[in-house]
């Protein structure tokens, strides 16, 4: 896989505070925050960088560089999952508005031995250049620099003879948004982030789905009943490989797909739920269901229930890293929430 150094910009800590307010305003108006100088270059020259994260229960480490936008075209950057096509056309509208990309795409590698002990040789004897506190002040961000000519040939030498394919972690919509516009005149190389399984957890999002006004929430029932085994009402969730919760009414209920089929459970629920028990055909289109990420706590479960009382909310269980790299078929949107979650403006490359 052809991957390149760059020259990036970081936060100047001098001048600006990296909080919830200068990030917001940095994600609603990137423009204005960019002309105000408050982005350095992190080198004169092209440099790798080397991104962690830690927080309480986890600490991540990638590598950050261009990739070229050939291997997604050519399919080397494989997809995991459908694309939504509202927020498909979002992405290009900002990526237009910004010319700057100021978030990596998160890829997921096989692990590569090599490349491990360069990043930890590069953390171990370096300092990082930013250290951040944020979402939470439970969570650090820091980054490093690779400019060693040395080291960059080798990087660039493990992904050009060892890494032939990468599965998008999270990024599938700017993958598919830059693929759109990709021509001479547009960026041949998107901002994206390198980590092996270990380095990532997979997490899943609720799915919310509006009820039809014509139809009551047993008629839901009894047709979700005829699709599953197993069907039981439970006090909690669960999770367990294969089960599937449906929360409607105050009520939890606990039950697997009726298929004999191997294929993974996302797509069996999107083929033999959503159009037969939801009416829902295509769900990258349909305004009757939205997702929201999985709760971090029970009063974000609480929350979710409250505001969502009327709709039927679903959750399929989790899958891992190793099982989304060696899967050969395209899920439905939203099977996945991979961890660590990339923040904007840690590293901006301007296009």
Same mark, same amino acid.
């Given at each position: ?8 910009y ?23 925050v960019?002309?105000?100088s ?17 927080d309480?229960?986890?600490?991540s480490?990638?590598?950050? $560089? ?18 939504? $096509?509202?927020?498909e ?8 508005a910004?010319?700057?990309m ?5 890829l997921?590698?096989? %692990? ?19 250290v ?6 439970q969570?650090?961000? *820091? ?15 493990i ?14 919509? *700017?993958f598919a ?27 899943t999002?609720? *799915? ?29 969730i ?21 298929v004999?089929?191997? $294929? ?7 083929k033999y ?13 349909? %305004? ?6 999985y709760?971090?706590?029970d009063?974000e ?11 039927f ?16 078929k395209?899920?439905p949107?939203k ?17």
């Amino acid at each position: 896989m052809e991957i390149f150094p760059f020259k990036g910009y970081i936060p100047d800590l001098s001048k600006i505070s990296f909080d919830d307010a200068f990030y917001q305003h940095m994600r609603e108006n990137f423009n204005e925050v960019l002309s105000q100088s408050v982005f350095k270059p992190a080198d004169n020259l092209p440099c790798y960088y080397i991104l962690e994260i830690q927080d309480h229960r986890h600490t991540s480490t990638g590598l950050i $560089a261009l990739t070229s936008m050939d291997e997604y075209m050519e399919d080397s950057i494989l997809r995991h999952e459908h694309t939504i $096509a509202v927020k498909e056309k979002l992405h290009r509208t900002l990526h237009a508005a910004r010319k700057a990309m100021i978030k990596p795409a998160a890829l997921l590698m096989h %692990k590569n031995a090599a490349l491990q002990q360069i990043l930890s040789e590069c953390k171990l004897n370096s300092q990082p250049i930013l250290v951040i506190k944020f979402p939470d002040h439970q969570t650090m961000q *820091r980054l490093w620099k690779i400019n060693s000519p040395v080291l960059i040939m080798k990087i660039t030498k493990i992904f050009l003879t060892k890494v032939h394919s990468a599965i998008i972690a999270d990024g599938h919509h *700017r993958f598919a948004s830059l693929a759109h516009v990709h021509s001479a005149q547009h960026p041949k190389s998107i901002l994206s982030i390198y980590f092996a399984p270990q380095e990532m957890q997979v997490s899943t999002f609720y *799915r919310i789905i509006k009820k039809l006004n014509a139809e009551s929430y047993q008629a839901v029932l009894d047709r979700m009943k005829k699709k599953s085994i197993g069907w039981k009402e439970v006090d909690r969730i669960q999770s367990k490989p294969g089960i599937i919760h449906l929360l409607c009414q105050d009520k939890i209920f606990r039950f697997k797909l009726k298929v004999k089929n191997k $294929a993974p459970i996302h797509l069996n629920f999107s083929k033999y739920v959503l159009g037969p028990v939801f009416n829902i055909r295509d769900e990258s289109k349909s %305004k009757r269901i939205k997702y929201v990420e999985y709760p971090a706590n029970d009063e974000e479960h609480k929350l979710i229930l409250e505001k969502h009382s009327k709709a039927f909310i679903i959750i399929l269980p989790l899958l891992t890293a190793h099982q989304i790299l060696v899967n050969k078929k395209i899920l439905p949107p939203k099977s996945t929430m991979f961890t660590p979650r990339i923040i904007n403006g840690l590293v901006v490359v301007p296009v």
